[in-house]
């Protein structure tokens, strides 16, 4: 009886075991599904709409940082027209400093956290109309 218990014991852990590893697998395998998907979310339109209510004030409408507020403001809001971002060398480190603010990542504490306010889609959406501001300065002549 003790050999039939402990082989079913034994069963049952080895068992357990090869779900675990399995389920860990193919939530890893998920996960890393999530991140490339999440890089790929986002619309400039859609983002567009969301930066003119919640970004302009600061931003401006050109994305230069001259808002209305922004000019007030120091240090300055980043000039999205140039495309340097201080504090995200990527699009993943973008969506945590729009997500938890600026000073989550080390830098101003004006940057406000947009993580409680705007959805995940809104966030990426903005991210896409930011990245799309790039190089889009009108010479002055």
Request: glycine share 12%.
């Amino acid at each position: 009886m003790r050999t039939v218990t402990t082989f079913g014991l034994a069963a049952l852990l080895l068992g357990g075991a090869a779900f675990v590893l399995t389920e860990s697998a193919a939530n890893a395998d998920a996960a890393a599904g999530e991140k490339v998907a999440s890089v790929a979310k986002g619309d400039p339109v859609k983002g567009k709409q969301v930066y003119n209510l919640y970004c302009l004030p600061c931003h401006g409408d050109k994305g230069d940082g001259k808002g209305p507020v922004g000019v007030t403001l120091q240090p300055p809001p980043r000039d999205f027209v140039k495309g340097e971002f201080k504090y995200a060398s990527n699009d993943q480190e973008l969506f945590e400093v729009i997500t938890g603010g600026a000073a989550a990542r080390g830098g101003s504490p004006l940057m406000t956290p947009w993580g409680a306010i705007l959805s995940e889609n809104d966030r990426w959406n903005v991210l896409r109309f930011i990245r799309s501001l790039k190089g889009t300065a009108v010479s002055a002549q």
